[in-house]
Protein backbone atom coordinates (compact mmCIF):
# COMPACT_ATOMS: atom_id res chain seq x y z
CA UNK A 1 0.00 0.00 0.00
CA UNK A 2 1.32 3.33 -1.20
CA UNK A 3 0.79 5.73 2.29
CA UNK A 4 0.08 9.86 1.82
CA UNK A 5 2.64 10.35 4.87
CA UNK A 6 3.84 14.06 4.21
CA UNK A 7 0.89 16.40 4.78
CA UNK A 8 1.05 18.80 7.51
CA UNK A 9 -2.37 20.41 6.93
CA UNK A 10 -4.17 17.18 6.87
CA UNK A 11 -4.12 14.20 9.38
CA UNK A 12 -6.41 11.38 10.85
CA UNK A 13 -6.73 11.76 14.48
CA UNK A 14 -8.45 8.73 15.40
CA UNK A 15 -11.18 6.38 13.68
CA UNK A 16 -13.67 4.15 15.40
CA UNK A 17 -17.28 3.19 14.69
CA UNK A 18 -17.55 3.53 10.95
CA UNK A 19 -16.56 7.49 11.49
CA UNK A 20 -12.96 9.53 10.80
CA UNK A 21 -11.48 12.18 12.56
CA UNK A 22 -9.74 14.63 10.66
CA UNK A 23 -7.76 18.11 10.92
CA UNK A 24 -8.02 20.06 7.53
CA UNK A 25 -5.58 22.65 9.11
CA UNK A 26 -7.17 24.87 11.77
CA UNK A 27 -10.43 22.72 11.33
CA UNK A 28 -11.51 19.48 12.71
CA UNK A 29 -14.32 17.41 11.10
CA UNK A 30 -15.58 13.87 11.35
CA UNK A 31 -16.85 12.26 8.60
CA UNK A 32 -18.31 8.45 7.62
CA UNK A 33 -16.08 5.88 5.95
CA UNK A 34 -17.10 2.17 5.51
CA UNK A 35 -13.79 1.36 6.37
CA UNK A 36 -13.75 2.01 9.92
CA UNK A 37 -15.78 -1.39 11.48
CA UNK A 38 -14.25 -1.18 14.52
CA UNK A 39 -15.70 0.48 17.62
CA UNK A 40 -12.40 1.37 19.90
CA UNK A 41 -11.96 5.05 19.85
CA UNK A 42 -7.52 5.40 20.55
CA UNK A 43 -8.14 8.96 21.56
CA UNK A 44 -11.25 9.98 23.34
CA UNK A 45 -10.71 13.56 24.27
CA UNK A 46 -9.83 14.22 21.03
CA UNK A 47 -13.47 13.70 19.58
CA UNK A 48 -14.76 16.36 22.11
CA UNK A 49 -12.58 19.54 20.10
CA UNK A 50 -14.89 18.94 16.77
CA UNK A 51 -15.95 21.81 14.35
CA UNK A 52 -18.37 19.84 12.34
CA UNK A 53 -19.68 16.85 12.28
CA UNK A 54 -20.92 14.56 8.62
CA UNK A 55 -24.47 12.53 9.64
CA UNK A 56 -25.82 9.98 7.36
CA UNK A 57 -29.76 9.88 6.60
CA UNK A 58 -31.15 6.48 7.16
CA UNK A 59 -33.18 7.50 3.60
CA UNK A 60 -29.99 8.43 1.77
CA UNK A 61 -27.66 11.36 1.70
CA UNK A 62 -27.02 13.50 5.11
CA UNK A 63 -26.39 16.75 5.97
CA UNK A 64 -23.82 18.18 8.42
CA UNK A 65 -24.18 19.72 12.04
CA UNK A 66 -22.04 22.07 13.11
CA UNK A 67 -20.32 22.62 16.91
CA UNK A 68 -17.80 25.25 16.45
CA UNK A 69 -17.54 28.24 14.31
CA UNK A 70 -15.63 27.72 11.42
CA UNK A 71 -15.41 29.43 8.02
CA UNK A 72 -16.92 28.53 5.02
CA UNK A 73 -14.41 28.01 2.83
CA UNK A 74 -10.49 27.71 3.62
CA UNK A 75 -7.16 26.82 2.31
CA UNK A 76 -4.50 23.89 2.93
CA UNK A 77 -1.45 23.14 1.22
CA UNK A 78 0.33 20.20 0.19
CA UNK A 79 4.18 20.88 -0.15
CA UNK A 80 3.63 23.40 -2.77
CA UNK A 81 0.24 23.02 -4.04
CA UNK A 82 -2.73 24.88 -2.26
CA UNK A 83 -6.35 23.81 -2.15
CA UNK A 84 -10.01 25.20 -1.51
CA UNK A 85 -11.58 23.36 1.31
CA UNK A 86 -15.25 23.72 1.87
CA UNK A 87 -18.17 21.09 3.44
CA UNK A 88 -19.93 19.92 0.72
CA UNK A 89 -23.47 17.45 0.15
CA UNK A 90 -22.31 14.00 0.21
CA UNK A 91 -19.39 14.39 3.25
CA UNK A 92 -17.16 15.77 0.78
CA UNK A 93 -14.49 18.55 1.25
CA UNK A 94 -13.56 18.74 -2.16
CA UNK A 95 -10.23 17.50 -1.88
CA UNK A 96 -8.97 13.72 -1.19
CA UNK A 97 -5.89 13.73 0.67
CA UNK A 98 -4.94 9.66 -0.08
CA UNK A 99 -4.21 11.10 -3.95
CA UNK A 100 -0.83 12.82 -2.95
CA UNK A 101 0.59 9.91 -3.35
CA UNK A 102 -0.37 9.79 -6.87
CA UNK A 103 0.71 13.68 -7.39
CA UNK A 104 3.75 13.07 -5.93
CA UNK A 105 4.55 10.14 -8.34
CA UNK A 106 2.74 12.07 -11.40
CA UNK A 107 5.63 15.03 -10.58
CA UNK A 108 8.05 13.23 -10.24
CA UNK A 109 7.46 11.49 -13.64
CA UNK A 110 7.13 14.86 -15.98
CA UNK A 111 9.76 16.18 -14.18
CA UNK A 112 12.32 13.33 -15.33
CA UNK A 113 11.39 13.67 -18.98
CA UNK A 114 13.25 16.88 -21.12
CA UNK A 115 10.08 17.55 -23.29
CA UNK A 116 6.82 19.31 -22.75
CA UNK A 117 4.41 16.61 -21.36
CA UNK A 118 0.59 17.05 -22.26
CA UNK A 119 -1.51 15.50 -20.36
CA UNK A 120 -5.47 14.57 -20.30
CA UNK A 121 -7.15 14.42 -16.95
CA UNK A 122 -10.14 12.61 -16.64
CA UNK A 123 -13.29 12.98 -14.72
CA UNK A 124 -10.94 15.63 -13.14
CA UNK A 125 -13.38 16.76 -10.04
CA UNK A 126 -11.77 19.43 -8.35
CA UNK A 127 -8.22 19.54 -9.80
CA UNK A 128 -6.28 17.85 -7.73
CA UNK A 129 -4.08 15.73 -10.49
CA UNK A 130 -4.42 19.01 -12.90
CA UNK A 131 -2.61 21.22 -9.91
CA UNK A 132 0.01 18.71 -9.32
CA UNK A 133 0.76 18.70 -13.09
CA UNK A 134 1.01 22.26 -13.88
CA UNK A 135 2.87 22.06 -10.98
CA UNK A 136 5.51 19.69 -12.70
CA UNK A 137 5.26 21.90 -15.65
CA UNK A 138 3.17 19.90 -17.88
CA UNK A 139 0.09 21.31 -19.85
CA UNK A 140 -2.98 19.63 -19.25
CA UNK A 141 -6.47 19.14 -20.41
CA UNK A 142 -9.06 19.17 -17.45
CA UNK A 143 -12.59 17.24 -18.45
CA UNK A 144 -15.52 16.91 -15.30
CA UNK A 145 -19.23 16.70 -16.78
CA UNK A 146 -19.67 19.50 -13.56
CA UNK A 147 -19.36 22.85 -14.14
CA UNK A 148 -18.98 23.85 -10.30
CA UNK A 149 -16.41 20.93 -9.91
CA UNK A 150 -14.71 22.61 -13.01
CA UNK A 151 -14.87 26.18 -11.94
CA UNK A 152 -13.53 24.62 -8.35
CA UNK A 153 -10.50 23.44 -10.12
CA UNK A 154 -9.59 26.82 -11.31
CA UNK A 155 -10.06 28.45 -8.29
CA UNK A 156 -7.31 25.66 -6.64
CA UNK A 157 -4.81 26.27 -9.98
CA UNK A 158 -5.10 30.24 -9.24
CA UNK A 159 -4.60 29.34 -5.75
CA UNK A 160 -1.43 27.74 -6.20
CA UNK A 161 -0.38 29.82 -8.69
CA UNK A 162 -0.40 28.33 -11.77
CA UNK A 163 -2.93 30.43 -13.76
CA UNK A 164 -0.62 30.96 -16.37
CA UNK A 165 0.48 27.70 -17.19
CA UNK A 166 -1.24 25.74 -20.04
CA UNK A 167 -4.52 24.41 -18.95
CA UNK A 168 -8.18 23.65 -20.66
CA UNK A 169 -10.97 23.16 -19.32
CA UNK A 170 -13.24 21.13 -20.27
CA UNK A 171 -17.06 20.60 -19.01
CA UNK A 172 -17.99 17.61 -20.81
CA UNK A 173 -18.85 13.83 -20.71
CA UNK A 174 -15.63 12.24 -21.00
CA UNK A 175 -16.38 9.37 -23.40
CA UNK A 176 -18.04 12.49 -25.85
CA UNK A 177 -14.84 14.32 -25.38
CA UNK A 178 -12.21 11.48 -26.11
CA UNK A 179 -14.02 11.02 -29.56
CA UNK A 180 -13.92 14.14 -30.54
CA UNK A 181 -10.10 14.01 -29.48
CA UNK A 182 -9.45 10.84 -31.94
CA UNK A 183 -11.35 13.20 -34.49
CA UNK A 184 -8.88 15.80 -34.31
CA UNK A 185 -6.29 13.50 -34.23
CA UNK A 186 -5.24 15.22 -30.66
CA UNK A 187 -2.50 13.45 -28.99
CA UNK A 188 -1.48 13.08 -25.39
CA UNK A 189 1.66 11.67 -23.52
CA UNK A 190 0.37 11.07 -20.09
CA UNK A 191 -3.47 10.06 -18.88
CA UNK A 192 -5.03 10.40 -15.52
CA UNK A 193 -8.69 8.83 -15.09
CA UNK A 194 -10.72 8.63 -11.40
CA UNK A 195 -13.98 7.25 -12.55
CA UNK A 196 -16.74 7.41 -10.11
CA UNK A 197 -18.44 4.49 -9.34
CA UNK A 198 -21.58 5.54 -11.14
CA UNK A 199 -22.25 9.06 -12.46
CA UNK A 200 -23.83 10.81 -14.78
CA UNK A 201 -22.66 13.06 -17.76
CA UNK A 202 -23.11 17.31 -18.83
CA UNK A 203 -25.91 16.01 -20.62
CA UNK A 204 -27.61 12.82 -18.83
CA UNK A 205 -25.29 10.11 -19.53
CA UNK A 206 -25.07 7.58 -17.47
CA UNK A 207 -22.29 6.03 -16.34
CA UNK A 208 -21.29 2.48 -14.69
CA UNK A 209 -17.62 1.81 -13.49
CA UNK A 210 -18.30 -2.06 -14.26
CA UNK A 211 -19.54 -1.82 -17.69
CA UNK A 212 -17.72 1.86 -18.85
CA UNK A 213 -14.42 1.41 -17.63
CA UNK A 214 -12.65 -1.32 -20.18
CA UNK A 215 -14.69 0.48 -23.17
CA UNK A 216 -13.27 4.09 -22.07
CA UNK A 217 -9.87 2.97 -21.72
CA UNK A 218 -9.43 0.95 -24.93
CA UNK A 219 -10.67 4.58 -25.88
CA UNK A 220 -8.04 6.19 -24.62
CA UNK A 221 -5.32 4.30 -25.80
CA UNK A 222 -6.22 5.84 -29.42
CA UNK A 223 -5.34 9.61 -27.97
CA UNK A 224 -1.63 8.16 -26.73
CA UNK A 225 1.20 9.85 -28.03
CA UNK A 226 3.58 7.79 -29.91
CA UNK A 227 6.01 8.24 -26.76
CA UNK A 228 3.54 8.10 -23.69
CA UNK A 229 4.87 8.83 -20.55
CA UNK A 230 2.10 7.42 -17.88
CA UNK A 231 -1.38 6.31 -17.95
CA UNK A 232 -3.06 6.20 -14.61
CA UNK A 233 -6.46 4.92 -13.23
CA UNK A 234 -7.50 5.53 -9.78
CA UNK A 235 -10.63 4.12 -8.12
CA UNK A 236 -12.77 4.32 -4.89
CA UNK A 237 -15.89 1.35 -6.43
CA UNK A 238 -16.54 -1.26 -3.89
CA UNK A 239 -15.38 -5.08 -4.76
CA UNK A 240 -13.20 -3.99 -7.62
CA UNK A 241 -9.09 -5.31 -7.32
CA UNK A 242 -6.53 -2.92 -8.29
CA UNK A 243 -5.24 -6.33 -9.86
CA UNK A 244 -8.19 -5.88 -12.75
CA UNK A 245 -6.94 -2.55 -13.54
CA UNK A 246 -3.68 -3.43 -14.33
CA UNK A 247 -5.46 -6.42 -16.29
CA UNK A 248 -7.48 -3.71 -18.29
CA UNK A 249 -4.53 -1.58 -18.97
CA UNK A 250 -2.67 -4.89 -19.77
CA UNK A 251 -5.33 -5.56 -22.34
CA UNK A 252 -4.96 -2.45 -24.08
CA UNK A 253 -1.08 -0.92 -23.69
CA UNK A 254 0.95 -1.47 -26.75
CA UNK A 255 2.80 -4.32 -26.25
CA UNK A 256 5.63 -3.00 -28.40
CA UNK A 257 5.33 0.80 -25.81
CA UNK A 258 8.38 -0.44 -23.22
CA UNK A 259 7.39 0.15 -19.95
CA UNK A 260 5.92 -1.73 -16.65
CA UNK A 261 2.56 -1.76 -14.85
CA UNK A 262 1.66 -1.27 -11.34
CA UNK A 263 -1.34 -1.99 -9.40
CA UNK A 264 -2.29 -1.74 -5.64
CA UNK A 265 -4.08 0.00 -2.57
CA UNK A 266 -3.61 3.82 -1.31
CA UNK A 267 -4.18 5.13 2.22
CA UNK A 268 -3.97 7.67 4.79
CA UNK A 269 -2.07 6.98 8.49
CA UNK A 270 -3.58 8.18 11.65
CA UNK A 271 -1.41 9.85 13.90
CA UNK A 272 0.47 8.44 16.73
CA UNK A 273 -0.68 4.85 15.59
CA UNK A 274 -0.22 1.96 13.68
CA UNK A 275 -3.10 2.37 11.92
CA UNK A 276 -3.54 2.75 8.14
CA UNK A 277 -7.10 4.11 6.64
CA UNK A 278 -7.17 1.96 3.17
CA UNK A 279 -9.04 4.44 0.43
CA UNK A 280 -8.72 3.39 -2.84
CA UNK A 281 -7.06 1.60 -5.39
CA UNK A 282 -4.75 2.34 -8.92
CA UNK A 283 -3.31 0.87 -11.14
CA UNK A 284 -0.86 2.34 -13.46
CA UNK A 285 1.69 1.92 -16.89
CA UNK A 286 4.37 3.78 -16.89
CA UNK A 287 7.19 4.80 -19.13
Known amino acids: MKIASDWKDYEILDMA ?3 KLERWKDVVLVRPDPQIIWNKKTYPQKWKAVNAT ?9 SWSYSKKMPEAWKIKYKD ?8 GFKHTGLFPEQAVNWDWMINKIKSEKREI ?3 NLFAYTGG ?4 CLYAGASVCHVDSSKGMVAWAKENVISSGLEKRPVRYIVDDVVKFVNREIRRENKYDAIIMDPPSYGRGANGEVWQFEENIYPLVELCTKVLSDNPLFF ?6 TGISSKVL ?8 NSKLKGHFETGEIGLPMTNSTLVLPCGIYGRWEK
Open 246 to 253: ENILKLNI
Open 129 to 132: ATVA
Open 118 to 120: KVL
Open 81 to 88: LTFNIKPM
Open 232 to 237: LINSYT
Open 17 to 19: NGE
Open 54 to 62: YNRSKTGGG
